[in-house]
Structure formats: structure tokens, C-alpha cells
């Protein structure tokens, strides 16, 4: 089931430059993007949504992009910090809000 | 803040036994969820759960797996004869409401080694 995909396993960023974070979709019926965040031995932490009819939401130092054409969506962190560190997830869904499907995560490292 | 718990955080057992990973989502939530995560692998789906019946499961979720809502409080996920393969990080996940605002809770994890 590879209906979200997060092409980049890793990422490495200076601290205070930006980090941009990539996810595909293959289902145009998704209408629900959301981003999370995991540190080891946690459970994924809730960062920034996006609904289908938006294409940009900005939450502080996090922005989610949407291109409904391309099925593609991104993350950006401006300026990154060390505790950006992580691993972030995509996920999507529909707004029945019975299934999520996540992507296979893209581990974030910021440089001090 | 509110949050999801869970318990145990770590369960070790036999293949061929059963276990029960308990959850206590948050008090006002509606939706409820378990998820697991291979170690190394993507977070999958396994099932959601609203009105006290599954609401959609994955492939994953076979006769072998049930969910249940005991008590009001707690969201268990019962597997009946575990197997090597479902040793994964569990999560539980909650939610209020469906709609393009709510935000998916997810607890801390339960990690299941099954020898």
C-alpha cells in the first residue's frame, strides 16, 4: 500500500537555514494532509494540517505546501533548529476520517 | 494538555499467546484508532473505530485482531495467538471530531516483542 511516499529517508540542515520535506500521493480522493512529527520510543506528534481546498497553511516556523495537480505536498521549517531533529511523517486522508495512510517517514537532522 | 496513554509500554510474550494493549484516548474524543509501526518501517493502519463498532480496517486487521471499548474509558487491541511478525511499536490515536481542523492524538506506544 504505497498510497503516500516519502521519497527522502534522510535530511541533513544547517541550524537557521531551511528544511524542506517532501510527500507524493497517488489518491485524488484524499482531502486531508497532515504532518507529524516522532522522536524514538514516542508516539508521533501532531504538527501542521492542510485540507484540499487550501493550498499553503503557515503555523509559526512550519508551512505546509499543497499541489493538488502534482498530488504533492511539502514541509518547510524556517529557520531549522537542533530540536527540529526528527523523524516527520505525511499522512493523508479523507474527511471520513477513517483511515490515515502515512508516508515511510524522512528523518531530519539539524546542524548546530 | 490532554493526552493519550497507554499501557503497557513494553510487552514482552510467547508466540501463540494472547495479548491485550489497553488505551485511554481523550475524554471527549469520538474516533479512535490502533496503528503499529514495524521497527524500521512505515506507521500502517490497522483500524478505526467510532459508535462503539469498527469503523474500516486494513489487511492487517485479520480474524486474529479485535478491538474493543469496555468501559467508556479504555480502547483495547486484542491479538488472540500472537506471531513473530506482529512484534511492532502499537500506537493508539484519538480524535474529537472528523473536520478540517481536528488534529489525530497519538499516544506513546506500546512495544510488543513476540519470541
Known amino acids: 500500500d504505497q498510497q503516500v511516499k516519502q521519497n527522502s529517508p534522510s535530511l541533513s540542515v544547517q541550524e537557521g537555514r531551511i528544511s524542506i520535506l517532501n510527500c507524493d500521493y497517488t489518491?485524488?480522493?484524499?482531502?486531508?494532509f497532515l504532518w507529524y512529527k516522532k522522536y524514538p520510543a514516542e508516539g508521533p506528534t501532531f504538527l501542521i494540517s492542510?485540507?484540499?481546498?487550501?493550498d499553503k497553511n503557515e503555523d509559526g516556523r512550519f508551512t505546509v505546501f499543497l499541489n493538488k495537480s502534482a498530488k504533492h505536498l511539502s514541509l518547510h521549517i524556517v529557520p531549522s533548529q537542533p530540536g527540529d531533529s526528527a523523524v516527520y511523517f505525511c499522512?493523508?486522508?479523507?474527511?471520513?476520517?477513517?483511515?490515515?495512510?502515512f508516508g515511510s517517514g524522512t528523518k531530519l537532522n539539524v546542524k548546530p | 494538555e490532554p493526552e493519550v496513554t497507554q499501557t503497557p509500554s513494553h510487552q514482552v510474550t510467547q508466540m501463540g499467546q494472547e495479548v491485550i494493549l489497553r488505551c485511554v484516548p481523550i475524554s471527549n474524543h469520538l474516533y479512535f484508532y490502533w496503528y503499529r509501526q514495524i521497527l524500521g518501517q512505515k506507521v500502517e493502519f490497522l483500524v478505526s473505530f467510532y459508535n462503539n463498532e469498527i469503523s474500516e480496517k486494513s489487511e492487517i486487521f485479520d480474524d486474529q485482531f479485535s478491538v474493543e471499548r469496555p468501559d467508556g474509558s479504555n480502547f483495547t487491541l486484542k491479538i488472540r495467538s500472537t506471531k513473530l511478525e506482529d512484534s511492532a511499536m502499537y500506537f493508539c490515536a484519538s480524535v474529537r471530531s472528523t473536520g478540517p481542523q481536528e488534529t489525530q492524538y497519538f499516544g506513546p506506544g506500546t512495544r510488543l516483542l513476540v519470541l
Open positions: 499522512a493523508a486522508s479523507r474527511y471520513n476520517f477513517n483511515k490515515f495512510y
Open positions: 489518491n485524488s480522493m484524499f482531502d486531508y
Open positions: 492542510i485540507s484540499s481546498i487550501k
